[in-house]
């Protein structure tokens, strides 16, 4: 008599799974099925998820008895958990606009593009316009935002138009009698300034107004992006006198 048994090996799960406490959106769609397999198969791991932003790291066994060769293990005679996660890329692409407020509008000075970290945040370097000053507080602005995988995060950031002063002042010895100066004014670059006409004092030539930097011509010059001084100063005029001589007579007249 011969007796004879048989045995089914074992069939056990492989399951994958994230160690990533925060997932990305779409990383879980991504993630692949559990399998089922008998022990001592081998077993062919699925496909790294490929996700938009992100590198994958994985897979990686559950223990010393499964390793990992050429994307293969052997299956043991137990359940395997392959775990993985998603790195975020460090040179995910983003941009930031530069408007320029002016008469006519908005008007986009320059554009510059920038990298970073996936999901991270970040905020718009403001830059340096001639005759422009950030506004940090424009309601319209975006000003920072977190980095979209995809790179497709435009940050905006808003300028406004800077005023300088035009101003005057004597100088040397100031008559009495002499105007006040004109008040100050607030211009912005690239106005078309008139020069204040010049003052005017019985008995003096004022010598002015005088201004260095910039090229007045018909009494109006160009506004550049910076304050304008201008400097004048009265010279007391020279008046014509006659010196008369008397001699005395011998009369005791002159």
């Known amino acids: 008599l011969v007796l004879k048994l048989y045995y089914i090996r074992n069939v056990y ?26 022990a001592g198969e081998t077993v062919t791991l699925a496909a790294a998820p490929t996700l938009q932003g992100y590198t994958f790291v994985g897979w990686a066994s559950d ?42 509008g908005m008007v986009l000075g320059d554009t ?44 905006k950031l808003y300028y406004d138009k800077t005023p300088y002063k035009v101003s005057y002042k004597y100088t040397g010895n100031i008559p009495a009698g002499a105007p006040a100066l004109p008040a100050e004014t607030e211009r912005y670059m690239n106005d078309t300034v008139t020069v204040e006409a010049v003052p005017a004092v019985t008995g003096y030539t004022f010598h002015g ?18 304050d304008v001084v201008f400097v004048g100063y009265f010279v007391r005029n020279e008046s014509p006198y006659t010196i008369s001589h008397y001699f005395q007579l011998e009369d005791g007249t002159w």
């Not at 799960?13 to 008998?38: F, I, K, M």
């Not at 593009?113 to 005759?131: I, L, R, S, W």
């Open 13 to 38: 799960t492989v399951t994958y799974e994230y160690d990533d406490d925060t997932l990305p959106d779409g990383a879980l769609a991504l993630l692949p099925a559990s399998t089922t397999h008998r």
């Open 63 to 104: 223990g010393s008895d499964v390793i990992i060769t050429d994307g293969k293990i052997t299956m043991p005679d137990r359940d395997v958990v392959l775990h993985g996660f998603l790195l975020e890329n460090g040179d995910t692409k983003y941009k930031v606009e530069h408007y320029l407020r002016d008469d006519s």
């Open 112 to 155: 510059t593009y920038h990298t970073g970290k996936t999901d991270a945040y970040v905020v718009g370097e403001p830059g340096n316009f001639e005759g422009y000053t950030y506004n940090a507080v424009d309601s319209a602005a975006t000003a920072s935002g977190k980095i979209l995988p995809d790179g497709s995060l435009v940050l």
């Open 209 to 226: 107004w005088t201004v260095s930097g910039i090229t007045v011509s018909g009494g109006q010059f160009t506004m550049p992006a910076e």
